[in-house]
């Protein structure tokens, strides 16, 4: 079964696109945790990070440099932003599809440590 952001990546259903490549989609969350807040999704279908393989390597990469690229982009990379990625149910994963979560826009505070 398709998962949301393959719909999106279809254009089966809309989204705030912010960047698109071949390999990667970016685009608005729909429910933000931050001013500004960015998911970046690969558009090959993995499903959790315990599913790169290595031929992902570049993938991986150029997801990092599209992260800091975007950041660039908005005008927060000198500022600072986060850049998150959940694993599995423990890991908060609601989506099966690798993808990251830009957050920024305000000072995020210390991560969850408990």
Same mark, same amino acid.
């Given at each position: 079964?398709?998962?949301?952001?393959?719909?999106? #990546? $279809?254009?089966?259903? &809309?989204?705030?696109? =912010? @960047?698109?490549?071949?390999?990667? %989609?970016?685009?608005?969350? #729909? $429910? &933000?945790?931050? &001013?500004? /807040? *960015? !998911? =970046?999704?690969?558009?090959?279908? %993995?499903?959790? %990070? $315990?599913? *790169? +393989?290595?031929?992902?390597?570049?993938? #991986?990469?150029?997801? @990092?440099?599209?992260?800091?690229?975007?950041?660039?982009?908005?005008? =927060?990379?000198?500022?600072? @932003?986060?850049? *998150?990625? $959940?694993?599995? +149910? @423990?890991?908060?994963?609601? =989506?099966? /599809? !690798? /993808?990251? /979560?830009?957050?920024?826009?305000? &000072? !995020?505070?210390?991560?969850?440590?408990?």
């Amino acid at each position: 079964m398709a998962t949301i952001f393959t719909k999106i #990546i $279809n254009r089966e259903i &809309p989204a705030d696109i =912010v @960047y698109e490549d071949e390999n990667l %989609i970016a685009f608005k969350d #729909i $429910n &933000p945790q931050a &001013p500004i /807040h *960015i !998911l =970046v999704v690969t558009k090959k279908e %993995i499903p959790t %990070i $315990n599913d *790169i +393989s290595p031929e992902d390597r570049v993938l #991986i990469g150029e997801a @990092y440099l599209t992260l800091a690229k975007i950041a660039k982009d908005l005008g =927060v990379a000198e500022n600072g @932003y986060r850049v *998150i990625t $959940n694993c599995n +149910s @423990y890991g908060g994963q609601e =989506v099966f /599809h !690798l /993808h990251f /979560h830009l957050l920024a826009g305000k &000072p !995020l505070g210390p991560m969850l440590s408990k």
